[in-house]
């Protein structure tokens, strides 16, 4: 591959990249727009998305996408344009069509059919007395107008020759940072569309930064020379009225008439630069161009664009530091056992001391990079629940909160789809129609909310809306008519254990299934993510007040403070964060109740997981202590029975290969100073163990959850090749 198309393939990149917030921004104004139609400066802001898009995609030889893009902007330059009835729908349609047309891009397959949109298009600027509605423009006389006596007669002979002359007034935009500069880019664009006769006032003069006025012999229609003037960030705004005269009719004009603007520059100006050219542009829109990019080229010189994944090479080679320090510390604690009196002890500990701080600011360093706002995923939703709730036939309005809350970029990624079921459940199944609501007393408009924000160590994503609530009842009367439990033990269920059967692959209380909901496929999509996630999902509802979704999920999934402890001999971790507490009691204490073991906590009975097996040949079982870890899983609480604890640790999560473990109760593994490994229990999953399996034997209480005999064996502490 040549030099050239390693610089084309990095441009193409970089334009995937920043076409999709091209793609975002446009969704986010056509949404604006569909609230507020006819805002003439929204429509502004899609004509200079949309150009943008054009010039990004002719530069990168995508000569399809630059084309319609080129006819959108074209639409949207015309004044009529703005208060068009299906401008929103148009925008959206275009974002669906530019978004199916990078995908095709990438994956080099075939392009999805742009006529829908070029219809749409063409219906915009087809309507009655768009095309002729600049010769309707009320005559102003140029004698009203205060010209002096060479104007006039430029004016007069001009019209004589058969060309329209127009007074063209261009407003300079407050906030232009070069208002002379500007008032010249309109010249310049005046001056490609025809010949001008007269400017106003003088450029060196102060009344020229707020407002300019030429005289324009052209063949060109009002409508178009506005939309030529139009520059963004540069014109506020552009009137263009017809000056009264001898005007000879298009049919009849003299061919031999020259203008400024010749055949040759006119189709260069409309072409489009095909793959392997530059991207050329005429004056104005170089100007637009140029005043777009230059309020953000501050802020885009500080900015630097890295992939992600050399980003985690950098957190990977940091965990191995960690580990490496831990072996340092180890080494060190062996030194001082055998030389507590050596000179180099103290040496030795203050070099520890400060590259375990040198080392603890580098981590903190990595993972803020790591970090980026919900904003970015948040942003996805107002189009989605706009769609969603067409298809479906209701009003809903989203309402976001926390979007600045970071969040780790993996784990943001992950669960962009969990919470798009939930929206999307949310207003199929939870929302009730306009008529329902009224009936109940409540607002027409459904809300969704869509909120964000940090607890502890954990950063809380949560999913709610003001609809019918869930009915336990009917949820219990499905699980059992599904064969999920029986009758008998339904009756002894909660309502949050009753509610945790919606996660279960293909439950569903829909009457009917529609293209929104119904199917039973996508909540066990949710907590099948939530666990690989090391998080918890919990939901809290009120019969007819709605419904609400808690995801709690880690900050990090690289790095996490744990406690470590032993069962049977085996070396075990889980995050610090979920212990609430430890608590010491002796086999005497514990308690079976309906062939489970719990334990008397101050005024609680908290239910207890046994980690290994009970020495049930031991005489003085019933005198021996035990450590119990109160564990805290969403709103759950129970004990968790091991032998000894080992202490705190900083831990770098590992992968586990698949063939090292065969029990989902384990999330990940990490390697200790020592070289010994330990491997980190999901307790989510524990906890879901827990509570289907059911003892059927008086004395097989808990019989041990944790790992088989040969699942160990892979993972002796020789045996550290398993983890990546």
């Known amino acids: 591959m040549s030099q050239s198309d390693d610089r084309m393939a990095e441009l193409r990149e970089l334009f995937f990249e920043s076409a999709q917030e091209l793609l975002q921004a446009l969704n986010d104004e056509a949404l604006k727009l569909e609230k507020h139609p006819g805002d003439s400066e929204i429509v502004r802001t899609l004509r200079r998305i949309v150009h943008t898009l054009k010039g990004d995609a002719a530069a990168c030889g995508y000569r399809e996408l630059s084309e319609v893009a080129h006819e959108l902007e074209d639409a949207l330059a015309l004044e009529s344009t703005a208060a068009h009835a299906t401008l929103a729908e148009v925008a959206f349609t275009a974002a669906d069509l530019f978004s199916a047309m990078l995908a095709a891009y990438r994956k080099r397959a075939k392009l999805p059919a742009r006529d829908p949109l070029r219809?749409?298009?063409k219906k915009l600027t087809e309507e009655p007395g768009v095309k002729q509605s600049g010769r309707k423009?009320?005559?102003v006389s140029a004698k009203a107008l205060g010209w002096t006596e060479y104007e006039k007669l430029a004016v007069q002979k001009a019209q004589e020759e058969g060309s329209v002359v127009y007074h063209v007034q261009a407003q300079i935009d407050p906030h232009c940072a070069m208002p002379i500069a500007g008032r010249q880019l309109v010249q310049n664009a005046l001056a490609g569309m025809g010949e001008v006769l007269a400017a106003r006032p003088e450029a060196g003069s102060s009344a020229a930064s707020k407002q300019a006025e030429f005289l324009v012999a052209t063949e060109k229609t009002a409508e178009e020379i506005c939309a030529k003037c139009r520059i963004p960030t540069i014109v506020a705004g552009v009137k263009a009225d017809l000056l009264p005269g001898e005007v000879a009719s298009p049919a009849k004009r003299p061919t031999k008439r020259s203008v400024k603007a010749t055949e040759p520059e006119a189709a260069a100006a409309s072409e489009v630069p095909t793959a392997g050219e530059p991207a050329s542009l005429t004056v104005a829109e170089e100007a637009a161009s140029e005043a777009t990019i230059q309020p953000h080229t501050t802020l885009a010189e500080n900015i630097l664009r890295v992939d992600a994944e050399r980003i985690d090479s950098v957190l990977n080679l940091v965990g191995e530091l960690i580990i490496g320090k831990s072996m340092l510390q180890q080494a060190l604690?062996?030194?001082t056992k055998l030389h507590p009196k050596d000179a180099l002890r103290g040496k030795f500990a203050d070099a520890m001391a400060f590259q375990a701080r040198v080392l603890n600011d580098l981590q903190r360093s990595v993972m803020k990079i790591r970090m980026v706002p919900v904003e970015q995923l948040f942003r996805r939703f107002p189009r989605m629940v706009r769609d969603v709730a067409r298809q479906c036939?209701?009003?809903v309005e989203l309402v976001l909160s926390g979007q600045d809350t970071d969040l780790d970029k993996s784990i943001l990624d992950a669960i962009a789809e969990p919470l798009t079921h939930l929206a999307r459940n949310a207003i199929g199944h939870g929302l009730e129609s306009a008529d329902e609501r009224q009936t109940a007393g409540k607002s027409a408009k459904g809300t969704l909310r869509l909120g964000a924000y940090h607890q502890g160590n954990q950063v809380i994503v949560e999913v709610s809306d003001d609809g019918r609530g869930m009915?336990?009842?009917r949820i219990k009367a499905k699980a059992i008519e599904l064969g999920l439990v029986t009758a008998e033990d339904a009756g002894r269920l909660n309502e949050a254990e009753t509610l945790e059967f919606v996660f279960r692959p293909g439950f569903s209380t829909a009457h009917e299934v529609t293209e929104v909901s119904g199917r039973g496929v996508g909540m066990?999509?949710?907590?099948?993510?939530?666990?690989?996630?090391?998080?918890?999902v919990q939901i809290e509802t009120h019969a007819g007040q709605g419904t609400t979704f808690r995801l709690k999920l880690p900050l990090t999934l690289a790095i996490i403070k744990a406690l470590l402890f032993q069962v049977q001999q085996r070396l075990y971790a889980i995050p610090l964060n979920s212990v609430v507490e430890i608590a010491r009691t002796r086999e005497s204490?514990?308690?079976?109740?309906?062939?489970?073991e719990v334990l008397q906590l101050r005024n609680q009975v908290l239910p207890l997981v046994r980690l290994g097996r009970p020495r049930s040949d031991d005489p003085d079982r019933g005198a021996t202590k035990l450590f119990v870890l109160v564990i805290s899983v969403g709103e759950r609480k129970f004990g968790l029975i091991v032998d000894e604890l080992e202490g705190e640790e900083e831990l770098v999560i590992k992968a586990l290969d698949d063939h090292a473990v065969s029990t989902d109760l384990v999330s990940g593994a990490s390697i200790l100073g020592d070289g010994r490994v330990?491997?980190?229990l999901n307790l989510s999953a524990v906890v879901e163990h827990f509570a289907r399996s059911r003892p059927a034997e008086a004395g097989g209480v808990n019989s041990g959850l944790l790992l088989s005999h040969a699942d160990r064996a892979r993972l002796s502490p020789g045996a550290a090749g398993g983890l990546s």
């Open 119 to 121: 219809k749409m298009v």
């Open 137 to 139: 423009k009320a005559a």
């Open 333 to 335: 604690n062996e030194f």
């Open 393 to 395: 036939g209701k009003d």
């Open 471 to 473: 009915d336990a009842q």
């Open 524 to 536: 066990d999509v949710v907590q099948s993510v939530l666990h690989r996630l090391k998080g918890t």
């Open 589 to 596: 204490e514990v308690h079976q109740v309906d062939h489970y």
């Open 678 to 680: 330990v491997l980190i």
